[in-house]
């Protein structure tokens, strides 16, 4: 499975981005999907993850009401829409898949086999 994201760039806080993911697989839809960010000097955190059915969301909090993922398996692609953006948002996004995530470990990264190389969002204040 490869995995490309794109979409990000530079906006003001308050404004709206959407990040794409485009895997190459003919198995998409058997996988479960999510976005990670990694800021300058931070660890790379959750951010949002999606089943492989797309029957479960997950997020974490300090996006709830401001982004939602969602996918589109007949594109084999995963969408994050990001909205009301802040400064602290600013970070290289991926997105991952995995074969084997259930609930409780959607929101680790050692639950992912697969990566994109990431897409950069800035936000300015």
């Known amino acids: 499975v490869q995995l490309q994201a794109s979409g990000g760039g530079l906006v003001q806080a308050g404004g709206s981005l959407r990040l794409s993911c485009a895997s190459s697989g003919r198995t998409f839809s058997s996988y479960s999907m999510g976005w990670f960010r990694q800021a300058p000097g931070k660890e790379r955190e959750f951010v949002a993850g999606?089943?492989?059915?797309?029957?479960?969301?997950y997020y974490a909090d300090f996006v709830k009401g401001r982004f939602t993922i969602s996918r589109d398996n007949a594109k084999n692609t995963v969408y994050l829409q990001m909205n009301s953006l802040k400064p602290e948002d600013t970070a290289v996004y991926h997105c991952?898949?995995?074969?084997?995530?259930?609930?409780?470990?959607?929101?680790?990264?050692?639950?992912?086999?697969?990566w994109g190389q990431g897409t950069q969002v800035t936000v300015s204040s």
């Open positions: 999606i089943k492989w059915g797309g029957s479960g969301t």
């Open positions: 991952a898949a995995s074969s084997r995530a259930i609930t409780t470990t959607m929101r680790s990264e050692g639950t992912y086999d697969y």
